[in-house]
């Protein structure tokens, strides 16, 4: 067991890789109770969920989510989060668990002020599991009587599970493979019954309890950013790649707004967040320095492993925009000797698409 | 868990089973376990001389890496090329799978290893459980 953001949670149960294999073949199960979750009411939600979010929160209907962010006035990170549109002026913010305090209490100061607005931490009242992998649909299937198969990628509904009512299912996940994520009382007599409840329905897909260590591993692969590797209060958004959920003309002038544009008006930001491929026999991780073929010291890998399915030594890394082109080769510095890599184009792995008969072009979300 | 008898154990986590002037060193099952699956070891050169308590390798998993220590000096008269293709042989034994064999030069810091019983206690606080 570590400590994760103040709680006790498994790296592994049966082995990283197994757990690894089941998500991306048949399905596997995570409790993700730590994440957090903070919900805002009232006839001015949705002014507050403009200001305090970058994505364009207009554009979700009723049962739709979306990948946003918090930024600070420097356009860096305060989190990365789920932005769920429960109803009209009714929103569900899904926040990182190491980063709740800080969440809460700036989510108060930036919109606090507001009226017309009740915001509420509403974290302790879930057990959140994650059913993730191809399998995901037929396992969920057995034990509720809502129709999964309706509910498309990232948009969620309520309805019986495991016996209880009115339990939000969503269409979302980090492993970058279909699956859904459950929103059930965090009371730990339901919890353990809808966690055992799940495993069996999923036994004959071959379900199995997966831990921290394969959830970082399969978020890797789908190169989704992790809070304190690949985003924080020290990058900004165009740095870290995720301009595609920053709407600068939404119409609000949305807290980190300015600061982004100024950078975009003085030629972008400097360095960018790319994916790695070790070349030679090596493995990058978390706060190796990336070199130039000259030697020169040029970022930092935030997040590397091997990645057990797409079987390949893979990292996301730091570089100076002038490195930023997929075939450009860099060198990693692992353990004192110089390993070489090349920039490759990400996600590292990509789930087909359920019934797509062409190989058209498929655009990436980071949470899907 | 299991710590066979005729292995002497290395703070660092390696057995060492000596025979005359003849060492064979791995690690134990309480490292293999807290590595995780294996995925790669870094295995010195036949003919390299290492000090008592020096590095001669790495083993890495999916989620660490961890430096190897010789628990006592000499020359490599053997290394296990084997584990370049199977690593995880370790994690499923990892009492049976030697990874250098070693002349021995200095067995001063062989006396300073624990027995099984020894290390097993040691893990055992290490751990806290």
């Not at chain 2, 799978?97 to 070693?102: E, G, M, N, Q, S």
């Amino acid at each position: 067991m570590v400590d994760f953001g103040g709680w006790d949670m498994p790296v592994q149960y049966r082995g990283l890789i197994e757990e690894h294999m089941a998500v991306r073949t048949g399905v596997g199960v995570f409790d993700v109770s730590h994440m957090g979750d903070i919900q805002l009411r009232g006839p001015n939600s949705l002014a507050a969920v403009q200001k305090l979010l970058m994505n364009d929160a207009s554009k979700l209907q009723i049962g739709q989510a979306h990948y946003s962010a918090m930024l600070y006035p420097n356009g860096t990170f305060v989190d990365d989060v789920v932005l769920h549109k429960l109803g009209e002026n009714d929103y569900l913010i899904v926040i990182n668990a190491g980063t709740r305090e800080k969440d809460v209490q700036w989510v108060r100061k930036t919109i606090g002020g507001m009226g017309g607005l009740h915001i509420t931490d509403v974290s302790d009242y879930y057990t959140q599991i994650a059913i993730q992998g191809p399998k995901a649909q037929a396992t969920l299937q057995k034990l509720t009587p809502v129709d999964l198969g309706p509910i498309k990628n990232y948009w969620f509904t309520w309805g019986q599970v495991c016996g209880l009512h009115n339990v939000l299912i969503a269409r979302t996940g980090y492993t970058g493979e279909d699956g859904f994520e459950i929103y059930v009382p965090a009371d730990e007599a339901t919890s353990a019954r809808v966690w055992g409840e799940v495993l069996a329905a999923g036994e004959e897909f071959g379900a199995i309890p997966c831990g921290l260590g394969a959830r970082n591993t399969l978020r890797l692969e789908a190169a989704m950013a992790l809070y304190g590797h690949e985003i924080s209060d020290t990058l900004n958004v165009w740095e870290a790649n995720l301009g595609r959920y920053c709407k600068m003309e939404k119409g609000v002038d949305f807290v980190g707004r300015e600061a982004l544009a100024k950078v975009q008006e003085s030629g972008g930001p400097a360095k960018r967040l790319v994916g790695l491929e070790m070349v030679e026999r090596g493995i990058g991780r978390d706060g190796y320095a990336v070199f130039s073929l000259e030697g020169e010291r040029i970022g930092e890998i935030t997040s590397g492993s091997p990645g057990p399915f797409v079987k390949k030594n893979i990292a996301l890394a730091y570089v100076p925009v002038s490195f930023v082109e997929p075939g450009t080769e860099v060198a990693v510095e692992v353990r004192g000797q110089m390993v070489k890599a090349v920039v490759v184009a990400t996600p590292f792995y990509k789930r087909a698409k359920l019934g797509a008969v062409a190989a058209a072009p498929v655009v990436t979300a980071p949470l899907s | 868990m299991s710590y066979p008898e005729t292995y002497k154990y290395a703070k660092s986590h390696e057995w060492l089973l000596l025979e005359g002037d003849a060492a064979t060193v791995g690690i134990t099952d309480y490292a293999q376990e807290s590595l995780g699956d294996i995925v790669f070891v870094e295995l010195p050169k036949v003919g390299q001389e290492i000090a008592a308590g020096a590095t001669f390798g790495s083993v890495e998993s999916v989620k660490a890496v961890s430096d190897l220590y010789s628990p006592v000096g000499g020359t490599v008269t053997a290394v296990n090329s084997a584990l370049n293709d199977a690593p995880e042989t370790i994690n499923t034994a990892a009492n049976a799978t030697w990874i250098i064999k070693l002349k021995v030069a200095d067995a001063a810091g062989a006396d300073s290893l624990l027995d099984a019983a020894a290390y097993e206690k040691f893990v055992a606080e290490e751990t806290g459980h």
